[in-house]
Structure formats: C-alpha cells, structure tokens
C-alpha cells in the first residue's frame, strides 16, 4: 500500500494536464475519461493536438469545460502531466516521448499508469532528475507475498466487480455503487486494483503488473489492509474468460473473497476489446465461470447486473434492463443511465442475509 | 525462449553439487528431487550437513549411490551449486548465504530457481564478477507479450498435466507421459513452465514469475515456439483451487489451450502444501473447474487421472486405482509404480480423434 500511495502522486496540489495525443475516445483513453470524471477539479486541458479547440466533454462525455489543448505552451498553469491511455502491454507510444521530455523540461511531475516504466528509462529519468520533478509510476510494484488466509474479517462485506470483458466499466460500477453505499450510511471503501483506480482514490494495488505467484497475496493483502470498513467495492480486472487477461482476474477474485459479485456487461459488445477476432463466451458461461471459482475459495454469488448501455439508445437500454431482470432475476441498471440505487439495494440485502 | 535458455545454464559441462542444506526430503527438496531423477549423470553430490554420510537414494528415492556431504571440501571436481528447493515465496534461506557465497570463490557457477535473484543481490554478483562464475536465475525473465490467439496449429496436440494442488507431480507425469510417446515414436516435447523443469529440459518458460498481464500471452507463445512438434506435453502449475497460485494455473491453462487435460493428485491428501489449515476442495468440483475454465477458451476434456501414491501401500494404491477408474470411467495411474501406458494410450486416443 505505501508503495502505490507513494506511486500515485497523491496528496500533491496537481494542477494536471492529460495526455491523450489522437487518441480522445471513451475506450481507448478510459484512463483519462475516468480521471476527468472522478477528478475533474484538478484537470485543467486534456492535450489532443489532433482535436484541439474542442471540449473534453464533446469528446469523452465528461469534463464540462475542460479544454482540449494542442500544447503544452497553452496551459502554463500545470504542474503535472498525467499519460491518459492504458493500452495492452502497457508501452509508451513512440510519439509521446517528445511530450513527456518537454513537460519534464517545464518542471511538470509525470504520471504514469503504462507497464513500462518513466523511472526506468534512462532519458526520462535524467531529464527529471535534472529539472527536479518526480516520475509517478501508478503500476510500479514490489509485491512478494502469497496468499495466506488468515485474519479475515467475516464481518465484513467484499463486493467484487466481475465481467465479460475488459473495459466495460467494472471501475466505475464499483465506485458508484461505493458512492452509493457511502450516501446511505454505510462505512464503504472503494478498493482500487488498477492504475487509474488508484490514480482516482490515492490508493489500492496495480494487480495486473504483480508478479502472477503474488497476484492472489496483493489482491488479499488489499482486503485486510480495508477491512476496518464495514462494505469493500472491490475494483475487477479482465474477465475470466479473457484470452488475454484472466490470469490477473482469478488471482483478484481469489484473493478478494467476494461473497458477493457484480456482474459488469456492455450491451451490444459480441467480440473481445482490443481482439476483435475473439467472440466473448455467451454471458451465462461466464456468470457460471465466475461462481464456480469463486466459490472455491469462499461461498459467493451474484447479486446483481451492471449494464453499459453507452452504444444504445435509452428506449433499447430499458428493454435489455427488462429483459436481464425476468432472465436472470437479479436487480439489472446502468449505472450511469438509471443509477446505482438497484444494485446498492442488493448489497444491503447481502448484508442483512450475512452479517447479523 | 532464449531469455529462459540464457538462464538455466544449459549447453555447458555441468557437474554438480545441489543445496539442500536441511530440508533433504522429497516434497520440500522437489527441486533437487527431480532434477537427480532426470539429470543424475550431472550430479556429483547432495549438500546438506545434517545428512552426511547418507545418499540421496535414501532420503529423497532417487540418486542411487550420490553422496549427501557436509562440505564443498568433498567435491572438489564440482564446478556448478544447484540450488535444490522452491519454498512459497521463493527467498533465498538466510543460512545458505555463506554456501552460496563459497561455491562462487571456489569457481563455482550457481544455478537458482528462486523468485529473489542471485544476479539481483549485490554481495553474490560482486562476488561473481571477481570470481568469473555465472549466475543462472532460472525464473529471470522479461516477459512482455499478451496473449494474441493467432497462428495456433490445430494440428498439434497440447495436452496439459493439471491437478488438484502443488506439489503433487505433473511436472514428473508430463515427463514421464512424454517419454512414453516418444518411445512409440511420436514427435513429442515436454513443455517445461516451472524452474525445475527448465533445469531439467534446456528451455522453457517460468510462468509463476511472469508479470501477470502477460502469463498467458508467455505461455502462448511456448506453444507457438514449440508447435512443430506434434504433441506437446506442458507442465501444469498449482491448481485452479490453490489460495496462493491460482491465478498462475489459469494463465497458463488459457495461454496453452489444451485440447487434452490429465489431472494429476496425491492420494491421502487433503490439505494445501503449505497451508495445513485450508482444505482442498472436493476433487469432483476441481476436475469440473478445470474443464469449465478451459473450454471458456479451446474444447478441452480430462482424458486421465495420475495419482501421486507415494505414501500408500501398493494394495491400497491398486485398490484406490480401481476405484477411481469406476468412478470417472478414465484411464488411471500412478507414473511410477504402474508406468505411464495407460496415460500415453488415452493422448494416442485423442489424437486419433482430434487430427485426423
């Protein structure tokens, strides 16, 4: 936990500007879309020089006001530049490189969710060690502890967000519904297992950048380093039935322990993000998938449906929501669109089944 | 693969003595158990003071006529240390420094398969540096790939040794399974993705060391690399059930594709390595777990059960094969005391069916 709270640049007066260089859509900069929404207050221009004039909210959906910029002379202000894209093999793009040297050489601190490293590259790290600024890399981690069971609060509730792919919104379902919880009493902790969770709460553990014998140890490290809080939202990785990811979300489910899970879906999405050779299983597999292994660590099941109705219409988004809650029988909603309160329901009812 | 290849110290005149200073017993030694089994003509001596006089025979089952010594003093011609166990966390033990450290003044090169690097630590790499050894850190790699799901032979066969724990044998069952078709004269590879088997195979991948977002995509590309073959036995890691490894297993299993699965467990036993206090799962609801969780990726079955039945009497270890074989109507044995026909018999099978 120190390690990412030192990583995440938290606790800094940031005055940001986030890098989203031909790459300003919802998905492909999910990071910066997430930060602007959860962060806005400290974000003062998105850096797009392909769409600069235009709004972040124009083209992300969030960030009413926040200019997009075309450089770094137009936002003299900044004193950080945060990288707003977490592509797969989390590489820096050859383009950006100029960006990042030139917002060093202005005095700005980095941040950085990539799996390669700003501090481990020669020319980044003199640069900053010249122009005295730091290189806050969100992934960076030294974790080395396996999973060991014991001293596990029973009395406190892990909700875990799952789903059938990656990138659609299990990040964001778990903070509503934390912010939910937080809105009706209850001592709630949103647990953040990716960088730009962590870059949003100060805290949590990169979970997809630990070493796999130790995913499952960072993962059950993070619960009993929360576990003083009555209700944990626990941030998902993947998907079990990922090609690419799945490795990372077992370890997270296991060391997790949920006993209860959301199941996170977008509607209309029929092929993995980033593979679109890849259909995903259908979704009544994966929800098996996910019970199955969860319950073999600790009893747990579904409680609820998080839908992503970004890509439809609000007419066809409450027929889907229908036709989830007569199919499966579990409180369905976007959280976004209808709001977290059916699923914050289910939480409270998994409470008062378990705990007292 | 050539990263691996660099690391395990393969290709040069080995001859060794190998650590296992006060842990000299089949389980916890696994390490030096397997690597005597199937590299003894490379192996001068065991090295642990409390044993010596003994031999390896003994006390681990294997290394018939290999003495265990108290001293390097006693192996003069040796010119390579092998460290002989994997404990959970995979630190180097703090007594075994000065060993270790000795072995590189005599001119030793040093062989580890431990999670801390012998070429990290300081004190060990000066020392090589002026002693002009090599350190091998078998699980050392810079794994940076996700998985792709492109250029997969259908034609070759990838069967993959699973199981309901660590530590139960599937590294010694895919070996043994792999021999056995070689020896009917089908181009087979065992597929090493652990350290020992790496030291014993020449190459391979230590997938548990891997950063997690690239677990499958490294065990993939061992599939990719070594697809020429005609069927691949692949080592398993850990279990789909195992609190600590889970997410290791499910890596590998996704990033390897089995279309033939041979689960491999210990008769009698009921609790984790490691964790006497956690009870594993019923084996019904691994076995289904494994077939659940690799058919989200590539048609798979369970073709075979290997029972480890090292701590039953031959009675009951044919009493138990019976029974198992009524159960789940598969071919079952224990590699060592029935031999690996009716293994080698149940992937000829598959082939049969599968290709062609």
Redesign the interface.
Known sequence: MNQTNANQGGGIDRRMVVLTEGATEPVGAKTATSVIRYRSDEVLAVLDSTQAGRTADELLGVGKGIPIVASLDDVPQANTLLIGIAP????IPAPWRAVILEAIRRGMNVVSGL?EFLSSDPEFSAAAAEHQVQLFDVRKNNE???????GIREDCLRIHAVGHDCCVGKMVVAIEVAKGLQRRGHDTKFVATGQTGIMIEGDGCP???????F???AAEKLVLANQQHDILLIEGQGS??H??????????L?GCMPQGMIFCYEVGRTHHHG?E??PI?PMD??M??CE??AN??YPSKIIGIAMNSRRVSATEADDERRRMRDKYELPVCDVFRHGADDLVAAVEKLKSELIR
Chains 1, 2 share one sequence.
Do not use: E, F
């Open positions: 797969s093999g989390g590489r799996h080395r502890d396996c999973a060991q069971r014991q979970v997809d950048c630990v070493v796999s014998d995913v499952n140890g079990l039935a090609p690419k990811y799945s490795a990372v979300t077992l370890g997270l296991h593979m050779y890849m299983a597999q994966i098996r998938a199955t292994m073999l660590m």
